[in-house]
């Protein structure tokens, strides 16, 4: 089909691989749905998924599109070539927020050469709000994009409501959660920082949540990597919220079996390497340990962990990440690798390390693999679920610590171990938590639960499902703008044509 007889959609995600990752799996979902996406994203993560992208495009013959954006003035602070948030440490976060910002005006500059392939539609991440403005300037749609699932966006929504009107409720060393279902929820006021208490404040990160949170509402949808069976009242608060709204949830956004093991980025092990051992190992034996993309964990925290793994005398495949500031000063790889793990681990464990980047969804899918180890990243959550593999949680910051809650509480398949960036896990704490999970009666009930809601989740996907339908039914509304002369609209983006 002609490239101009195609609706053209462009997808704005936020330069942080929970975000990119989930994204550009939504963009060829849409694309094999006859439209036409451009992703456009900072020039650093462009060159990055550039091989990704390009093999969508000849081996499966989707109309996807990369721009990389470059700031105009460069972000001071922020070393070049690290415009991603998994090439730096948190320390680094309020430059990434900067950088997003300084995108608006080169990415009005991209819009406006597009001429006869102008977009009818702007998808943007939830955390990206100047394009409210830019939709309002070309006047066509926006719809947000969540991440996030709809327990932790509607706990940031009630949470950021009631900092507003100062009514957010403590109780000793508790924070109440109100006005969502299954409230009250009870966190802890380390779970919930102290900075949310004080509504005057200028903290500059406070101002980014609250403002996003305002901005979600201005949209003329909302698109939810979720399935309905997993948050179904969650969700349906989420409607509410939006107030009229259309809701689609069309995830797990995750690729189609057979598609390629790079996502994010190329894994710093083989793939033959990795399935050797993998298939060596029996079946539902091995816990997969992984922090996600930001998590660094110190010398000290990886060396608890590493004894408390031990102690469980699990067999395991463990993803290590050495935070982007300290790897480059290391004297080298094997003297800065040794130094976060206890002397001789390697030799007394059954386990396999990767130094790096790993392919997540490979290793989860595999048979011997039935246990994960990790933060509690929407992403790392959803493709557990999806693979039926029941959880060991360490959620270290944001809505880390309520996708934790929702795995250990609501849904019944995982257990806590450890919580914060900063705490050393306790050895014995890990030891129960993975007996627990890999050993237990108790772990058996939640792999059997993760196996129901695992397939709940490929129905929701498979034909008739609800995502699949829900998907259908966005590029649906999509087509339908292509027709439709963008006066005819009216602020939210809604056709007020007959
Ligand atoms: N991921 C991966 N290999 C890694 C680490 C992460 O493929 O070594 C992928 C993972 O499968 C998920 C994403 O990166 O899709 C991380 O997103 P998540 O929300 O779990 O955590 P975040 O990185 O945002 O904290």
């Given at each position: 089909m002609d490239l101009q007889q195609k609706p053209h959609v462009v997808m704005v995600p936020y330069p942080a691989m929970g975000h990119c990752i989930p994204s550009l799996d939504l963009v060829k979902l849409l694309a094999s749905h006859s439209l036409t996406v451009t992703y456009v994203t900072t020039h650093t993560i462009a060159q990055r998924l550039k091989g990704p992208v390009d093999e969508a495009r000849k081996a499966a013959g989707l109309d996807i599109h990369l721009v990389g954006l470059c700031p105009p003035k460069g972000i001071e602070g922020l070393p070049e070539?690290?415009?991603?948030?998994?090439?730096?440490?948190?320390?680094y976060s309020l430059d990434i927020i900067s950088l997003v910002e300084s995108l608006e005006q080169p990415f009005d500059g991209w819009f406006q050469q597009q001429g006869s392939r102008r977009p009818v539609c702007i998808i943007s991440d939830m955390f990206i709000d100047w394009t409210v403005r830019s939709s309002e300037r070309h006047n066509i749609p926006r719809v947000v994009f969540y991440a996030m699932g709809a327990f932790p966006t509607s706990i940031f929504h009630a949470v950021c409501s009631s900092i507003s009107t100062n009514t957010l409720r403590k109780e000793g060393d508790s924070v109440i959660v109100d006005n969502?279902?299954?409230?009250p929820l009870t966190f802890t006021k380390d779970q919930i920082p102290a900075r949310y208490f004080n509504p005057d404040s200028a903290d500059p990160m406070l101002k980014f949540v609250t403002g996003k949170m305002q901005s979600i509402?201005?949209?003329w949808g909302v698109l939810v990597n979720t399935f309905d069976d997993l948050e179904t009242r969650y969700l349906q608060h989420l409607k509410n919220t939006i107030s009229g709204r259309p809701l689609w949830s069309v995830g797990p956004v995750l690729p189609s079996?057979?598609?390629?093991?790079?996502?994010?980025k190329m894994a710093d092990i083989s793939e033959e390497k990795l399935l050797q051992w993998l298939d060596s190992q029996s079946p539902s034996s091995v816990l997969y340990v992984s922090f996600g993309s930001q998590a660094f964990l110190s010398q000290e925290q990886t060396k608890a962990l590493a004894r408390g793994l031990e102690a469980s005398d699990q067999a395991f495949i463990w993803s290590i990440k050495i935070s982007p500031e300290t790897a480059p000063i290391a004297l080298n790889m094997e003297d800065s690798h040794a130094a976060y793990l206890p002397e001789g681990f390697m030799e007394r464990t059954k386990g396999l390390i990767i130094w790096g980047w790993a392919p997540q969804l490979l290793i989860l899918s595999h048979p011997s693999v039935s246990g994960f180890l990790s933060h509690c990243g929407w992403n790392s959550v959803l493709e557990s679920i999806m693979m039926g593999v029941p959880l060991v949680t360490w959620p270290m910051f944001s809505d880390q610590h309520f996708n934790s809650k929702l795995v250990t509480e609501e849904l019944g398949i995982g257990v806590q171990f450890c919580q914060h960036m900063d705490e050393v896990p306790n050895e014995e704490k890990v030891e129960m938590a993975v007996r627990l999970v890999m050993g237990s009666e108790q772990g058996k009930q939640m792999r059997k639960r993760a196996q129901e809601l695992k397939e709940l989740a490929k129905q929701s996907v498979g034909g008739g499902g609800s995502s699949a339908s829900n998907l259908q039914a966005f590029a649906c509304e999509i087509h339908k703008l292509m027709n439709c002369n963008p006066q005819n609209r009216n602020d939210n983006g809604d056709s007020v044509s007959g």
């Amino acid at each position: 089909m002609d490239l101009q007889q195609k609706p053209h959609v462009v997808m704005v995600p936020y330069p942080a691989m929970g975000h990119c990752i989930p994204s550009l799996d939504l963009v060829k979902l849409l694309a094999s749905h006859s439209l036409t996406v451009t992703y456009v994203t900072t020039h650093t993560i462009a060159q990055r998924l550039k091989g990704p992208v390009d093999e969508a495009r000849k081996a499966a013959g989707l109309d996807i599109h990369l721009v990389g954006l470059c700031p105009p003035k460069g972000i001071e602070g922020l070393p070049e070539g690290r415009e991603s948030m998994d090439l730096v440490s948190s320390k680094y976060s309020l430059d990434i927020i900067s950088l997003v910002e300084s995108l608006e005006q080169p990415f009005d500059g991209w819009f406006q050469q597009q001429g006869s392939r102008r977009p009818v539609c702007i998808i943007s991440d939830m955390f990206i709000d100047w394009t409210v403005r830019s939709s309002e300037r070309h006047n066509i749609p926006r719809v947000v994009f969540y991440a996030m699932g709809a327990f932790p966006t509607s706990i940031f929504h009630a949470v950021c409501s009631s900092i507003s009107t100062n009514t957010l409720r403590k109780e000793g060393d508790s924070v109440i959660v109100d006005n969502i279902p299954s409230s009250p929820l009870t966190f802890t006021k380390d779970q919930i920082p102290a900075r949310y208490f004080n509504p005057d404040s200028a903290d500059p990160m406070l101002k980014f949540v609250t403002g996003k949170m305002q901005s979600i509402t201005k949209c003329w949808g909302v698109l939810v990597n979720t399935f309905d069976d997993l948050e179904t009242r969650y969700l349906q608060h989420l409607k509410n919220t939006i107030s009229g709204r259309p809701l689609w949830s069309v995830g797990p956004v995750l690729p189609s079996e057979g598609s390629s093991h790079t996502r994010g980025k190329m894994a710093d092990i083989s793939e033959e390497k990795l399935l050797q051992w993998l298939d060596s190992q029996s079946p539902s034996s091995v816990l997969y340990v992984s922090f996600g993309s930001q998590a660094f964990l110190s010398q000290e925290q990886t060396k608890a962990l590493a004894r408390g793994l031990e102690a469980s005398d699990q067999a395991f495949i463990w993803s290590i990440k050495i935070s982007p500031e300290t790897a480059p000063i290391a004297l080298n790889m094997e003297d800065s690798h040794a130094a976060y793990l206890p002397e001789g681990f390697m030799e007394r464990t059954k386990g396999l390390i990767i130094w790096g980047w790993a392919p997540q969804l490979l290793i989860l899918s595999h048979p011997s693999v039935s246990g994960f180890l990790s933060h509690c990243g929407w992403n790392s959550v959803l493709e557990s679920i999806m693979m039926g593999v029941p959880l060991v949680t360490w959620p270290m910051f944001s809505d880390q610590h309520f996708n934790s809650k929702l795995v250990t509480e609501e849904l019944g398949i995982g257990v806590q171990f450890c919580q914060h960036m900063d705490e050393v896990p306790n050895e014995e704490k890990v030891e129960m938590a993975v007996r627990l999970v890999m050993g237990s009666e108790q772990g058996k009930q939640m792999r059997k639960r993760a196996q129901e809601l695992k397939e709940l989740a490929k129905q929701s996907v498979g034909g008739g499902g609800s995502s699949a339908s829900n998907l259908q039914a966005f590029a649906c509304e999509i087509h339908k703008l292509m027709n439709c002369n963008p006066q005819n609209r009216n602020d939210n983006g809604d056709s007020v044509s007959g």
